[in-house]
């Protein structure tokens, strides 16, 4: 499974009244592990950023007009995020100025959501925390996930905070494909295997350590959260079993003792 978390910077807020987008940072995850891919671009708006927007990102007119028009990076753009889900934060507004960007360019009219399945992680949120808080600072701060770095929006740096994010959200719905098949491997005939003795020695039995122990509470923990209570390991956690009594053999003795 491809995903890329997707996230932009802009002039403004309305697309509407012509703001543009000047900053795009994709982060690429493959089988929810990160490839080390990514894809960053600072863009020339070819119009004033707004003052409130300066102040949120940083990002001045004089830096964005050395930097490459939309027209120029859409290709790599595409090629990048082709084939793949995108994750994103708010995705309306962003979905929003990326169409907006491909209607002005020639050629047939593109659409995002055409182009990509979308996973938008505001609602998500909204429907596992109803009634609280869910910007990404808020995200954050409820899955402890460190951002003290994040003194100013940045589109690459919010993607890689959201990766983060998307995967603590999402940590109890990891699918587990046990015993599942697909046709090419329905297909494929098995000879029986001779049986093999199994070679006289001691079986090492090896136990989590302390740390190890304390990190799997950990992420139960944060699982648990997450899922509102519903982590199946803890409902089917088995108390511990008592020691076995010994033998009446050996209880008799002990009596005569």
Do not use: W
């Not at 934060?89 to 209607?103: P, R, V, Y």
């Not at 050629?107 to 596992?128: E, F, S, W, Y």
């Not at 995200?139 to 993607?159: F, P, Q, T, V």
């Not at 699918?175 to 491997?185: D, V």
């Amino acid at each position: 499974m491809r995903q890329v978390i997707l996230d932009t910077e802009t002039t403004g807020l309305e697309p509407e009244q012509g703001h543009r987008i000047i900053e795009i940072g994709c982060v690429e995850l493959v089988n929810r592990r990160k490839s080390g891919r990514t894809f960053h671009r600072y863009l020339r708006p070819d119009r004033e950023v707004d003052r409130g927007a300066i102040q949120v990102h940083g990002l001045t007119n004089e830096f964005l007009a050395q930097q490459p028009r939309f027209a120029d990076v859409v290709d790599e753009l595409l090629e990048f995020i082709s084939g793949a889900e995108l994750i994103i934060h708010n995705a309306a507004f962003d979905l929003a100025f990326l169409d907006a960007e491909l209607k002005r360019l020639p050629g047939p009219l593109r659409q995002m959501r055409k182009l990509c399945n979308v996973i938008d992680t505001l609602p998500l949120a909204r429907q596992m925390h109803p009634g609280q808080r869910n910007s990404l600072d808020a995200l954050c701060k409820r899955y402890d996930i460190d951002n003290s770095h994040r003194e100013l929006h940045g589109a690459l740096l919010d993607a890689q905070i959201l990766l983060e994010v998307y995967l603590a959200m999402t940590g109890g719905q990891t699918a587990l494909i046990l015993g599942e098949t697909n046709e090419a491997s329905s297909a494929v005939a098995f000879e029986p295997v001779a049986t093999v003795m199994r070679p006289r020695g001691v079986l090492r039995v090896l136990r989590a350590t302390e740390e190890e122990l304390v990190a799997h509470e950990r992420m139960l923990t944060t699982i648990d959260k997450s899922s509102g209570g519903k982590t199946l390991f803890k409902q089917l956690a088995l108390p511990e079993i008592a020691p076995a009594p010994p033998p009446v053999a050996a209880q008799a003795a002990a009596a005569l003792a």
